[in-house]
């Protein structure tokens, strides 16, 4: 079945404690990204990746790394998370045919206190 | 500045048809899109315009002006299921940049 699978689904922690949320999907897509997802703001792209060891900064990257060693894997690493990241966050991938739609993983939220 | 307006909310009768706006001013379009998503859930891919048109997909239709910037969504024999935000994405340029100027989406509640 093809999908994009994000682990934890649910987590909170504690400011400064480092987490990272682990993303893969099965369909060979080249384009992966991070969305955060919050009340009023709508969907906001934090990094994306064009392919392995490609990547780039969205419109909201502070505070985000990211890395892309293969084409499958494209984990969102929170150095130092404080409360401003709680938030509902969305791997996504697509192909880079102009046409390609975004699949989504089924999101991760994260409760930093 | 970038802008995708849709309205916040809406209610409609189970077996009706609703339709729903969005209108854009971006810098650039090539071709938008309508995700559904259900509360908790991930977004899931309903329908890409890049011509002028209908794009009819079984209940669900999609509608686009580039002149007027402006989609909408026809969603025909409402079930309950089709209670869930609807949300409009732009993109902004051609070939592979996967830009994408999204709305904040509409909430629809389907009553029986």
Not at chain 1, 41 to 54: A, F, T
Not at chain 1, 71 to 96: D, M
Request: charge should be neutral; hydrophobic fraction near 30%; glycine fraction near 8%.
């Amino acid at each position: 079945e093809a999908q994009v699978t994000q682990n934890p689904r649910y987590l909170i922690t504690v400011t400064g404690k480092k987490l990272t949320v682990t993303c893969s999907q099965n369909m060979n897509h080249e384009y992966m990204s991070w969305y955060r997802q919050d009340p009023g703001l709508g969907l906001r792209q934090i990094y994306y990746s064009m392919n392995v060891e490609v990547t780039d900064k969205g419109d909201v990257p502070e505070g985000y790394k990211v890395s892309r060693k293969e084409k499958r894997n494209f984990p969102l690493i929170l150095e130092s998370p404080s409360p401003n990241q709680t938030s509902l966050y969305f791997c996504a991938s697509a192909q880079l045919a102009p046409t390609g739609e975004l699949f989504f993983g089924e999101g991760s939220r994260l409760t930093v206190l | 500045g970038q802008n995708i307006d849709q309205p916040t909310e809406m209610t409609a009768t189970e077996g009706a048809i609703v339709q729903i706006n969005c209108t854009y001013q971006t810098s650039g379009f090539n071709g938008l899109f309508w995700y559904q998503q259900h509360a908790g859930e991930a977004p899931t891919f309903l329908s890409y315009n890049v011509l002028d048109g209908l794009e009819e997909k079984g209940r669900f239709s999609s509608f686009l002006s580039r002149s007027k910037g402006y989609s909408y969504l026809l969603l025909k024999e409402l079930q309950m299921k089709d209670s869930a935000s609807y949300l409009c994405a732009v993109k902004l340029s051609a070939g592979n940049n996967r830009k994408l100027i999204w709305g904040l989406g509409t909430s629809l509640a389907v009553n029986p």
